[in-house]
T-cell receptor, first 113, second 113 residues
Framework: QQQVKQSPQSLIVQKGGISIINCAYE??????FPWYQQFPGKGPALLIA?????SEKKEGRFTISFNKSAKQFSLHIMDSQPGDSATYFC????????????FGKGTSLLVTP | KAGVTQTPRYLIKTRGQQVTLSCSPI?????VSWYQQTPGQGLQFLFE???????NKGNFPGRFSGRQFSNSRSEMNVSTLELGDSALYLC????????????FGQGTRLTVV
């Protein structure tokens, strides 16, 4: 059973535009929500992460918005660039689970020039 | 600083055989976790080891096993291989404190024929 649901499956954005990827979860015990970026042939790399005591976190062009009551969180990529073209995964984990990350199915982002 | 090293990068095995994959974590990291990545199921948690002890396990059959050595290097073994075991197997290392950054290796691409 997929504990984290991610949408859309694929996304095409023009250079300079905003890319938005959404995730939803059911388990209220989750307390850590990272986003990973994966390029072909590479392992996932952590982009940004948030904990539920914060509603928004920004790092450069990347922002996570977190809505605890709706059990949703999203990634916004501002001023999207062709180099951002990759697959993005949201994930969630809970304290006591070690490093057991529950991943969404991924969003393939293509930023066109 | 060297990253997470997984060997081999590619592997072709016959159904029914067994396979051992290796992961060398970043120096100083004591936690190693393993994930299976497939197009259909995405990234799924296999297990995590910390200081040579399995700390958590995902929902995979007993054919999937692992271990960690005193130098934190980890191995994953899959016995009686099935066609459905074909996947990218990723290892991630971290210091061991929960819900902090996990660094992924490039993975081992296993093909079962």
């Amino acid at each position: 059973q997929q504990q984290v649901k991610q949408s859309p499956q694929s996304l095409i954005v023009q250079k300079g535009g905003i890319s938005i990827i959404n995730c939803a979860y059911e388990n209220t015990a989750f307390d850590y929500f990272p986003w990973y970026q994966q390029f072909p042939g590479k392992g996932p790399a952590l982009l940004i992460a948030i904990r539920p005591d914060v509603s928004e976190k920004k790092e450069g062009r990347f922002t996570i918005s977190f809505n605890k009551s709706a059990k949703q969180f999203s990634l916004h990529i501002m001023d999207s660039q062709p180099g951002d073209s990759a697959t993005y995964f949201c994930a969630a984990s809970m304290h006591g689970s070690g490093y057991a990350l529950n991943f969404g199915k991924g969003t393939s982002l293509l930023v066109t020039p | 600083k060297a990253g997470v090293t997984q060997t081999p990068r590619y592997l072709i095995k016959t159904r029914g055989q067994q396979v051992t994959l290796s992961c060398s974590p970043i120096s100083g990291h004591r936690s190693v976790s393993w994930y299976q990545q497939t197009p259909g199921q995405g990234l799924q948690f296999l297990f995590e080891y910390f200081s040579e002890t399995q700390r958590n396990k995902g929902n995979f059959p007993g054919r999937f096993s692992g271990r960690q050595f005193s130098n934190s290097r980890s191995e994953m073994n899959v016995s009686t291989l099935e066609l459905g075991d074909s996947a990218l197997y990723l290892c991630a290392s971290s210091f061991g404190q929960e819900n902090t950054e996990a660094f992924f290796g490039q993975g081992t691409r296993l093909t079962v024929v």
